[in-house]
């Protein structure tokens, strides 16, 4: 799972991702590939985020720490 979201994450942000990846470090992470990054990683999982859980990520580790609850639970 952590390898297939940090590839969802670099074929949009056209960048490499590590586990210290946040919107700080990344330059081009912003509002819009933030959106496709959950949409692509929504469809993937088949998993929904509420508009708290999408304000609240900012890093590739709370991206990481939602998905596998919410893939735990199913």
């Known amino acids: 799972m952590k390898n297939e979201i940090k590839e969802i994450m670099r074929n949009i942000l056209k960048v490499e991702i590590s586990d210290d990846s946040n919107r700080q470090n990344i330059d081009v992470w912003d509002s819009f590939n933030h959106l496709d990054i959950l949409v692509n990683i ?12 999408m304000a609240e990520i900012n890093s590739y580790e709370d991206i990481y720490r939602i998905v596998k609850s919410k893939t735990d639970e199913q």
Do not use: A, Q
Request: net charge negative; proline share 8%; charged share 40%.
């Open 42 to 53: 929504e469809k993937k999982y088949g998993i929904s985020f509420s508009p708290e859980e």
